[in-house]
């Protein structure tokens, strides 16, 4: 079953009309790259006479640009606004965090203790550290990447109420007493 496009929103089907309309639109705001989309609101679109074509996207510029250029590998985290729900599929989040750690030159994860939860906001994953992690980037290491055994003491802060277990302390202290080459806890 097909639904039938009634009224103005019938004057939007088909990919072409709808990536003219943007080609158009990247014109009179001279955007240079395909790029300078990132910074698009749902205002602008429409106050150029794009509310039919975002309404087939349920009003996302970040969908309709996406279906306008599908050529284009976007980075949806650099949208002002991410599609809802964007954050709960662990691929795009891990997606995400390889991009930031490409873009820090991060080849290692041994490089992920040094970051902070503001250059990962800048980068565009405020919403993801606020909505799925609390903003603890020791919880989001370890969801998004469990095959690397994460220590939390090394991190710039160490997860909330990490040293409040007793059981914690020890785990520090005998890994520490291995780093330093102690054989046994009598030493």
Known sequence: YQRRVRGPLRSWRGLRKQRKF???????????SIEDWYQIS?????????????????????????????EHEWKLWNFNIVPKHFW???????????????????????????????AIASYGGAGLFRSQYRNSVFS???????????????FKTSPQNYWSDPSNHRTFLEHLGKELGFLSRNV
């Open 140 to 154: 989001a290491l370890l969801d998004i990447y469990p095959e690397y055994p994460w220590i939390p003491w090394k």
């Open 88 to 118: 709960s599929d662990l691929f795009l989040r891990r997606s995400f965090l390889d991009s930031l750690g490409q873009f820090l030159g991060y080849n290692s994860f041994e490089n992920w203790y040094d970051i902070s939860s503001p």
């Open 42 to 70: 749902q205002e602008k679109i429409c106050s150029f006479g794009g509310r039919g074509l975002l309404s087939i996207y349920s009003g996302s510029p970040v969908l309709a640009l996406i279906a306008s250029y599908p």
């Open 22 to 32: 943007f080609d158009a639109l990247a014109k009179k705001l001279n955007l240079s």
